[in-house]
């Protein structure tokens, strides 16, 4: 089954293979064909153990059949992959007891209630975690009584995440753990998440929701067509995104009154009536160039905004632009 586990504090921590890093994910130029369709198409991941690390990207672009390789579900067609130091496919035996792997689709026996169905996965899983701990880890505990069948969707995918954390895994694979999940669910998760990161665990996740990715990953990847398109810390990956700002001109002044754009960083300029629409690269010094004018002018501008990209742009922006260059 998904887990079979030794407790997690028993185990000796095992250094990862890149140069004094323990990294505990490794892959290099990963490829997976289907029948002559490349789904993959040479990916590079480094995870370090403690990380929280999501994938992002549009659909069909490749991250569950990285996630299944990295799992032990599939076998790469190319490229080379390491979980916990092993070939995650062919080292199964040694690597799959320490991880844990939540699916998009659980597929157990609807019949049983959510206790029947942890105990029956504790039974195939050493030194499982106790049934009602992994139930009130997952908030299940009120629903232990109750048939899988009669579940929510949301609570269904609690009960998924109780069974991958049966075995107290190291690394935990999370294949779009909250889709489904309402607000509050979502953040119940989000916080479970969290402590289990607190505790050691690595932790690699995909997910469509931006804000999952912002609150949650230490580093993240967005994936388009098979590839990375980008990868890094969230602010990193924002900070390559033009920054916006917007103010209505003073009355009697014009554009060319403003000191020089270009050289504070302004990559793109926009008027409609009085009001200036920029993009700047580097937004403080552009702010404050133009808030010293106005104070020198002695004049207010108002409706000042000024904002850093989001994730969400940093998103739409990658995906819109390689669909335009034609990747797929
Ligand atoms: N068994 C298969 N046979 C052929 N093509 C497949 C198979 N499984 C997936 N694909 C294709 O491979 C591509 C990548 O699919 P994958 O499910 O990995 O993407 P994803 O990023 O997880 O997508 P989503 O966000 O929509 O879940 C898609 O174009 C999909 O149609």
Redesign the pocket.
Known sequence: MRTHDMPHSSRPRRAGNLEGMDTVIETADLRRH??G?E??RGIDLTVARGELFALL????????????VLEGQATPTSGTVRVLGGDPYRDRAAVRPRIGVML?EGGFPTELTVTETARMWAGCTSGARPVPEALELTRLTQRRAVRVKQLSGGERRRLDLALALLGRPEVLFL??PTTGLDAQSRHETWELIRELKEQGTTVLL?T?YLEEAEQLADRLAI?HA?RIATSGRVADVVAERPSRMSFELPLDYFLGDLPPLAPLGVTRQENAGRTVKLETADLQRTATALLLWARDKDVALSGFDARSATLEEAFMEIAKGLESEGTR
């Open positions: 289907y029948k369709f789904a993959v990207g549009t659909n069909g672009a490749g991250k569950t059949s990285t996630l299944e998009q294949d779009e995909t469509h994936m098979g």
